[in-house]
């Protein structure tokens, strides 16, 4: 069983930046595929980026694209999501999620908030 927790998020202003954290426990963090997903409100959880076990591959939603970074630890069981220039669409619950094979957890979110 692993647990993921969320972390960084806030408010902030279209066009400034934020670095959303997420740490495991209770698994072998360098078994599972990471990612990033977002659910704003009214609307289905979406993807937003993914990084390979070894970091070594990455992927963005094109909306993201040229904005966001996702990266892994390599010494410490977390993954980052880096923001930057965030628009008001952005605004989201944002999501961390573990993955191997047909099995998944994800975390409980940590909020972004952009204002106009």
């Known amino acids: 069983q692993v647990q993921l927790v969320e972390s960084g998020g806030g408010l902030v202003q279209a066009g400034g930046s934020l670095r959303l954290s997420c740490v495991a426990s209770g698994g072998t963090f360098r078994s599972y595929s990471m990612g990033w997903f977002r659910q704003a409100p009214g609307k289905e959880r979406e993807f937003v980026a993914a990084i390979s076990r070894t970091g070594g591959i990455t992927y963005n939603t094109d909306s993201v694209k040229g904005r966001f970074t996702v990266s892994r630890d390599r010494a410490k069981p977390m993954v980052y999501l880096q923001m930057n220039t965030l628009q008001p669409e952005d605004t989201a619950m944002y999501y961390c999620?573990?993955?191997?094979?047909?099995?998944?957890?994800w975390g409980q979110g940590t909020r972004v908030t952009v204002s106009s």
């Open positions: 999620n573990a993955i191997r094979f047909s099995v998944q957890y």
